[in-house]
């Protein structure tokens, strides 16, 4: 049961605190290793880009999975029926 006092959570990928981490640290690799400079603006509109594309991507594979199952239903040759536990 969940408690009302708790916050809702969300995915990893729907963090913009993730992904800004995650830029922030690729784009301190890129100076170091490569002399590639980003300004703030810079990383903070890929962290807006990659928070949209991953909730984008969340709906599709939502999407795409409920489409299998309806499909897959649809396809069936057996009925689907549920059992009770055995009691040992």
């Known amino acids: 049961m969940s408690d009302p006092a708790q916050p809702m959570s969300k995915p990893w990928y729907a963090s913009k605190t993730v992904w800004g ?5 690729a ?3 890129a ?3 490569f002399g590639i400079h980003a300004t703030n603006g810079d990383i903070n509109q890929v962290v807006d880009n990659l928070t ?3 909730e984008a991507a969340s709906m ?3 999407a ?3 489409l299998i ?7 069936a040759t057996m ?7 055995s009691g040992k």
């Open 31 to 33: 100076g170091t290793f």
């Open 64 to 66: 795409v999975g409920g």
């Open 60 to 62: 599709i594979v939502g």
């Open 21 to 25: 981490g995650i830029v922030t640290i």
């Open 52 to 54: 949209t594309l991953g």
């Open 27 to 29: 784009a301190g690799a």
């Open 79 to 85: 009925p689907v029926h549920v059992t009770k536990p």
């Open 69 to 75: 199952a309806v499909y897959g239903r649809l396809k």
